[in-house]
Structures are given as C-alpha cells and as structure tokens.
C-alpha cells in the first residue's frame, strides 16, 4: 500500500509535538495546520486506496481535501448500500454549527487558505485555527480507520 495510517498518526504526534512546545506560536500554528491537513489527506487516501482506488486516482485527487471527502462519501458500506457519508457529520468542535469534519475540509472551497500551498507559503494564513484543525486530523484518522475494511468502491454506471 502506497498510503499509510500509521504515516497519518505521524503527522499528528508531529504536530501534537509543536503545539505543546514553547515555539513562536504563529510559526508553530503554520506548521499544526499543514501536518494536521496533510494528516487528514493521508488518512483518507489510505482509505480509498483500500477500498480499490489506484494510486494513479489517488495522485490525481492532488491536495483537494474536500474531493477526497466527497469521494469517501460515495463509497458505501459492505452488504448495507448505505453510502459512507457520515464521515462529513462527525463531529470535531462540540456545540458548535459549523463543527463537523465536512464543514472544515470544505473550508478550502470557501475562501480560506488552501492547502497546501497558501498554508505552506502565504503571507497571512486565513483558515480555521490550528489546534481546530489538529483535532479534525484525528477525527478523521479515527473514523477512517475505524471504517478500513468495511467500505467498497462504488462504480460509477
């Protein structure tokens, strides 16, 4: 398998690391965002890639989070015919309107600092807050793991 969990959880202890240390935190903030993203497209691409997707398709997704999240979403579970969007209802801020997996990976569509480019290399980073975002990572670390196995790829006829 090209993609990994394990390579995933990486880059959340990376970024756990970083927000518990004494560094600038703006820079440290940078950082959290792109391992935390990174983590997320990770995640899923293991995932996919599972579920039969090549990597050649998981390449061409590029960083689009939220293509990779509608992609999840068309894949339905073994035996049941449901489609496995409840990935995009989890929940990562409690109480919240806006605090679900697939309100904070759509970001990207919605004006805030992509990834991974304007996260990596903007001047002012717009974007939900770091530590929002590491909690999202494992939000969706969890349910893809969590779901590895039971999901199928559905053809598109």
Known sequence: MEYSFDFAERMIDSAECLFNSHVDKEEAGRAILYLSCLSCEISMKALLEQTGYTVKELRGFSHELHDLLIEISSCEYRNTGYRASSICSKIVIE???????????????????????????????????PEVMLKCAKVVLRWCTEN?????????S
């Not at 904070?104 to 990834?115: E, K, N, P």
């Open 148 to 156: 590895q196995g039971n999901l199928i790829r559905v053809s598109s």
């Open 95 to 129: 109480n919240t309107a806006n605090g679900t997996v697939g309100t904070l990976l759509a970001s990207q569509v919605g004006g805030t600092s992509t990834y991974p480019n304007q996260i990596r290399y903007g001047a002012v980073i717009t974007h939900f807050p």
